[in-house]
């Protein structure tokens, strides 16, 4: 037994020496606008908390938490739609845009909100819905009825066999061409009354603009500007890619073999997504926004974030350049499609491809939740959240948080009589559905969490709110909540705000980022992604430490470290990093008096583990001569 112990030491001190360093980026001159370093923490109104006990969030519920954010450390939220709406996509389907919907409170109700917000330095961006309307849009009926101001506000077309259907209304009428909607089945809707088509990438209930209409880019431009008024700092620009098709009615191609399908997936979308004027409209939208921090002096920039599912080479097609800049940041959804079969891997190509494709003068950005996609917990496992919290905070640029992810929130099972979502078509298909990640927000221990007074909420608490909870993690010094409050307070330091780059994939489960900044502190943040324990030498792959002793800025609660613990980046001397499976922790060169918090756990363990590591790779090295 302990020969076998002492082989499985040497042969992991041997694998962590073996070292890949791909991505590199050097300290560059700083960007000290308010949004480049940010947390832009997205609220679900819905799901955030509920004062008026329906059973629904409301505008004051996030006000009355507002400093939950200070306390995290939060600057900047994302708030999801509160637009009136008759909320046939959770709000995604707009009626009027610059009205607040009764269900989310009222424009006073804002108008508090944004008060109180500037009273704690906290910044907000809303969504922009540039794609579509809802069918209840006054716009949308005034054009079904063909009113001269309104008619080519969307995207109306004859049918295929227009000419038979108006001599015989007991004729189907043929769509103009095989567009489908992205929730399945046709992109075209027939109305009765226009006695037109008229598309939809969505909903039947969300008809698209005629966003090549002039007077529907200054409808849009109009809309951005009444919110900015009320004092809004930015706009997160939904389904961006959707706003052009081709004006030839092309069909598009399906997939081989799929044919038949009514899938949207099966389908090539190159008649109506990334179409080349979308750069052109989000480069005008950055104009205008320039513009009106000019006319109106104000002393920080407006903010544009986009959202496009899109590859590579279009994204970074958002941002625009130099004489006509576009977003601030095209959101980077790479970190959603983490491969939990080859962790290090994958998130080292992921980090790869966006730091090296931004143009220059640009802003890196990181996403890996929301309101569409699976939380962390549910996706790769609880133990990894605190890993990953670690990994996306660390890396410069803007962190984009969903709501509960401080605290580790699950996806929660809906069953099929309590969906809302509509793109699962009401239910039918109940494995598709978004609402698993769109749940109430955990507070407490009480009934529903905490957040509705309500007998029933409008989704589902998760059953694990009794220990997955905002009130209770803040007792616990090693909870997710205390281990992402510390993590942004590292954020605000220089090195994290201003510093160079570089990441090491050592092995198939040991991965270092590094972040450092000339005269100032290094931070190494080391994740294992193994299901064993790994001992790591960082001497051997990172050079030029400016210390041979590391101390422990912050270490994940399955690590056994505590902060303040010293660790040897060299072999000869101290104790080597040996780190438990699925932990995190984070290095500084220097000194950090050892906080309050205290570790949970056995010290000692840690303590013999380290110790016999440290001899074995001394045997490993005689060994190997």
Not at 395 to 419: A, C
Request: proline fraction near 5%; include cysteine.
């Amino acid at each position: 037994m302990e020969t076998f112990e002492i082989f499985f030491f040497l042969v992991l001190a041997h694998t962590c020496a073996t070292v890949s360093g791909t991505v590199d980026i050097p300290v560059k001159t700083p960007n000290n606008e308010w949004w480049s370093k940010t947390i832009l923490y997205q609220v679900y109104p819905r799901s955030f908390k509920d004062t008026n006990k329906d059973g629904i969030g409301d505008l004051k519920g996030i006000t009355q938490k507002l400093d939950h954010f200070v306390d995290l450390g939060i600057e900047t939220l994302w708030i999801g739609p509160f637009f009136k709406s008759p909320m046939d996509d959770m709000g995604y389907d707009v009626e009027d845009f610059k009205e607040i919907d009764p269900l989310f409170g009222t424009m006073a109700d804002f108008e508090e909100l944004i008060l109180e917000m500037k009273k704690r330095n906290l910044k907000l961006v809303t969504d922009l819905i540039p794609n579509h309307s809802s069918y209840k849009s006054e716009w949308f009926q005034k054009s079904i009825k063909n009113d001269p101001v309104y008619a080519d506000y969307y995207i109306w077309h004859n049918a295929s066999n227009q000419n038979e259907v108006l001599k015989n209304s007991s004729i189907k009428p043929i769509p103009p061409n095989n567009w489908m909607s992205v929730f399945g089945g046709s992109g075209w809707t027939w109305n009765t009354e226009r006695n037109q088509f008229y598309y939809h990438q969505f909903s039947p209930k969300q008809p698209d603009f005629n966003i090549r209409n002039k007077k529907i880019q200054q409808e849009l431009l109009d809309i951005m500007e009444f919110w900015l008024d009320k004092g809004i700092l930015g706009f997160r620009i939904d389904a961006l890619k959707h706003l052009f098709e081709t004006e030839e009615l092309t069909d598009e191609p399906f997939l081989p073999g799929k044919e038949s399908s009514t899938n949207y997936d099966d389908m090539i979308h190159n008649c109506t997504v990334d179409q080349p004027e979308v750069y052109a409209l989000i480069q005008d939208w950055r104009e205008f926004v320039i513009n009106y921090a000019t006319r109106k002096n104000l002393n920080m920039s407006i903010f544009l974030a986009t959202e496009s599912y899109s590859k590579i080479n279009i994204l970074m097609q958002y941002y625009g350049n130099s004489t006509r800049p576009g977003a601030q940041a095209p959101f980077n959804f790479g970190l959603l499609t983490v491969d939990p079969n080859k962790y290090v891997d994958s998130i080292e190509s992921k980090i790869q491809v966006w730091m090296k494709n931004m143009p220059d003068g640009t802003i890196a950005n990181w996403v890996m939740e929301n309101h569409d996609n699976f939380r962390i917990p549910t996706k790769f496992g609880p133990e990894l959240v605190q890993m990953f919290n670690a990994l996306k905070l660390a890396l410069p640029g803007i962190d984009v948080t969903y709501y509960g992810g401080e605290i580790g929130m699950h996806n929660t099972f809906v069953r099929k009589d309590q969906i809302k979502d509509p793109n699962n078509a009401g239910g039918i298909r109940a494995d598709e559905s978004r609402d698993y990640e769109r749940t109430p927000m955990q507070w407490d221990d009480s009934v529903n969490a905490g957040f509705t007074e309500e007998k029933y909420s409008w989704l589902p608490v998760n059953p694990n709110y009794y220990q997955v909870n905002v009130k209770t993690q803040k007792t616990i010094p090693t909870s997710n909540y205390n281990f992402y409050k510390k993590m942004s307070q590292l954020r605000h330091t220089e090195t994290l705000r201003h510093g160079g780059l570089q990441t090491f994939n050592i092995s198939d489960s040991i991965y270092i980022v590094k972040r450092y900044l000339p005269d100032h502190e290094t931070y190494l943040v080391v994740l294992n992604f193994a299901s064993e324990t790994e001992t790591v030498i960082i001497s051997n792959v990172i050079k030029n430490i400016e210390n041979e002793t590391l101390y422990v800025y912050l270490a994940s609660e399955n690590s056994a470290y505590t902060e303040g613990y010293t660790v040897s980046a060299n072999s000869s001397s101290g104790h080597l990093l040996v780190l438990r499976p699925k932990a995190v922790v984070v290095l500084t060169n220097k000194f950090i008096e050892a906080p309050v918090i205290q570790q949970t756990g056995n010290s000692g363990t840690q303590i013999n583990c380290t110790i016999i590591s440290f001899i074995c790779a001394i045997i490993f090295g005689i060994y190997s001569q």
